[in-house]
């Protein structure tokens, strides 16, 4: 008789991993399927061209949640870390001028002083003040949130532990939070610093990913929300073995931890019976029982497609068929056959191709219509500079996010001629780090919204499984009524970026689905 | 300078909002002096004539949200209030067909299924949804909002109530709400709505005034305001006043006169006087001093504090505050005396939907382009716009036979690239009476008049800084206990005696009364 197992958990991206390890760890008899041959979902590191090699979702990792890394000892199971990145960040001024950002604050504005008077002090002064701010923001991440309007007990003591975190910022402070936390970055960045060559290399970082340009309300909230920790306004850092290193740590402690993992194994839907999820039907028919399913999948997937809007209430299917899923951004994948710029030691992060704020508006602008701006926002990262595994010995990857890029052109569908276009952006802003280097290029992948939707599942190319606007965050993630990561079914619950805390190579939402799943197994429920 | 009078409070500025603060206080017994720069009263809700025979509101063209509550505790109607009602709004479409709402419901029902049936059914129930949704808002607008950052029992004892209100709402209210306050307004009516017309003709309501276009997030909410009025319906709380916006400054400022307070005009306020961190009086333009117990600024928070008061009267963070509060003006106005009737194309045959709204907004993305000409300093290359033909419901307004047209245009940005000159009016008024003729033909050839207000224009005659008709962006960070800055958002100020009562508090712009009297109640200790 086939095995009945505790949970069963669809998708083995991070998250699933992160939620099942914990589980497991926790003595539930917990099976992850996962449909392709692969784990870590859009956090891969695969080939491209032959010899070279990319992280082909997202490039870099921002932060993990601490309890992931200590719970799960991901060190014992083999993560390592390359040296912190300085300058993590480098500008792209206007003028062609190369900025690095580096670490330490006061070098960092030194070299912001010379695209705007007074922001060597003024660059200082802002890391200082979203540090305050953050780590007050922060504690949201931690925290489940509560069951609005009308909170338990049970909540009490995480929201009185958030109100005197905003307490202890003191009465002016508490003002200013509750003002910036809506406010566009575009306004923030203005109101702190002087030239564009900062204002634009703000609002780019907050943006990755979002279907809004910098003049938009509510894109600032990344700024504190993502937050590193003390000074890294921005947090960049690249794991040994790229995304898989940090993939390969997350499956090996989720198997010591007892997990199984299947691979190949498409979930078709989730079956419900009397109400309540008892299992999941694979693409080949197989029926595998569980007590409880988890999911990785997006939310709306997860309710739309995997349960089906028969089984659900006509509101329900409405509030998730809402939930606003937009790919704005695509990965173009250079393999260049020589070095290809000199001064490499200032680009051993990510280097931000955005002039200004204008420009990223404008940008955003021409995505508003079906379009891709001449100039996009261009992100990339060049990690065979910093480790010899992504390509033969003397050559490099670049590896580039571009945007906007809508899901869908208004003007033509994603064909050879719009990925060249892509690509060519890219190559210029590499042109620009090293002349002659466009005459390097020897292979380019370019995946677009539907490419990503396609190779990662991420619901129309949106990176975070939902975009992170301020009426899709916090209690309002995925859907105001089931932000707590369980779903309008019982027994099944929801691990994905489309939870709160949001998205990111964190594992902060696959760590607070399973303690949901946990509470509820503990409440015998 | 010369003690020219003591009063028990003195108001700066006459328009709305004063002179209800005025009123208010003249009504509790206070002796109250009201005054104005400008000739005449009003602010920006004021009736010119500037061609003989032709009136205008020359600013603010209709009462949206006048509280009932003002217009019952000063007997409005007695003085000469009365709010015609705009019945319908049509939107001329570029391919010759129209897009009309009436005031009649299965007539628009029956429009709506003409575009898509979809529509129609989803329409009342967006209705019943925004209904309830006003009805839960509306004891927020009319309260002073507590500071959260205070621990205070009054403030602590607000939050408290505004809690119990939220949770008394339910979580399908709580979630809609909160929804309406942070999606755009494009975002929200797509999850309601298939027909471009209505989709873009609905969120146009939520540009109107902010530097915002109707894919930006935070102007969903302006949604509701419409439906605030229909709550209050029995007072005609949204409509066209008869005689002009202006009559209805008139009518404040004769309740305000009828309790005693003293109105002067032609004479503006140079400076607040404060003495030992207490305001003690205002100096006049003339030179003249008026001693008062109690000073009141109507003008916008960027007038209030740093030009009547010299910075050292106020903490730093208060002065940097008011400093990066946003007050981008983003509206011009333009008013047409007309020599008879437009013909729109549309509808030729009939003019009964001239007697409502008429608004260019064809589609979604028609206001977002045109909001992205302006984000970059141009004014709008195909303007929104929003029109209305006040002789259609008030025949005083324009000599017989003859009609005047009213226009509130986005968006034509203050901070214009090259500047507003004669030439850049020009150029502006222009492009609108094009923009509207490629829907009405004949529309050229009857205008005998045109008067254009740009922003510039707006701040310089009307005195709105940077020409901002709501005293400031009525965005998130600038609303309820943020307006106009944290922890000052109750109406006082850091000096004693000196209180706000402009749009620039909660709830912001547009006719409501609601700062002039909360202010009021606030320095009476009623509130």
Known sequence: MARHWDVVVIGGGHNGLVA???LARRGLATLILE?????????????????FSVDAGPHSVGWVHPDVLTDLDLAAHGLTWMPAPDPPVTALAGDGDLVPLWADPAAAGAELERHGDGDAERWQRFVAWVDTMAAV????????????????????PSLVGLGLGWRGLGKHDMGELLRVLP??????AEDWLTGDAAKGVVAAGVLVGIDQGPMAQGTALPLFLNHGGPEAWRPVAFPVGGLRGLVDALASAARAAGAEVRMGAGVERVLVEAGRATGVVLADGEEIRASRVVSNADPRTTMLDLVGPALLDPDVVRSFAHVRCRGVAAKVHLALERQPLAASERCSGLVVDAPSVASLERAHDAAKYGGVADRPLVELTIPSLRAGTYAPEGKHVVSALVQWTPYALRDAAWGDDARDRLAASVVEVVERLAPGAADAVVATEVLAPPDLEREFGLPHGDLYHGQPALDQMFFMRPVGGWARHRSPVPGLYFCSAGTHPGGG???????LASRAVLADVGHGR | MTAAGRYDAVVIGGGHNGLVAAAYLARAGRRVRVVEQRAILGGAAVTEEPYPGFKYSACSYVVSLLR?????????????????????TFTPLPDGDYLARWGD???????????????????????????ELAVAVRPILAMIPPDPTSLSLRDLGALLKLGRHGRSLGARKTFALYKLMTMSAADYLDEWFETEALKATMSASGIIGTFM?????????VLLHHYMGEIDGVFRAWGFQRGGTGAVSEAVASAARAHGAEITTGTGVRQVLVRDGRARGVVLDNGDELLADLVFSSLDPKRTFLRLLDAHHLPDDFVAAIRRFRIRGSSGKVNLALAGLPTFTGLPETTEHLRGAVSVSPTVEYLERAYDDAKYGAFSRAPYMDGILPSMIDPTMAPAGKHVMSLFVQYAPYDRIGGWDDAARDAFGDTVVRTLAQYAPDLEDLILHRQVWTPADMEREIGLTEGNIFHGELTLSQLFFLRPAPAWAQYRTPIANFYQCGSGTHPGGGITGQPGRLAALRALGKA
């Open chain 1, 20 to 22: 099942g390890a914990y």
């Open chain 1, 35 to 51: 449909g392709r041959e692969t784990l870590g979902g859009a956090a891969v590191t695969r080939e491209f061209h032959p010899g």
């Open chain 1, 137 to 156: 923001v922060r504690r949201l991440r931690d925290t489940p949130m509560p069951d609005l309007p009308d909170p338990a007990i049970a909540d009490v």
């Open chain 1, 183 to 188: 406010m566009p970055v575009a306004h923030v």
């Open chain 1, 505 to 511: 190579v964190t594992g902060a939402p696959g760590r």
């Open chain 2, 68 to 88: 009932p509550e003002i217009i019952r505790d000063l007997d409005l109607p007695r003085h000469g209030l009365e709010i015609l009602p705009l019945e319908s």
């Open chain 2, 105 to 131: 419901h299965d007539r628009t029902r029956a429009e709506l299924a003409r575009h898509s049936r979809r529509d129609a059914d989803a329409y009342d129930e967006f209705g019943t949804l925004m209904y």
């Open chain 2, 213 to 221: 276009g109707p894919r930006s997030p935070g102007t969903a909410y």
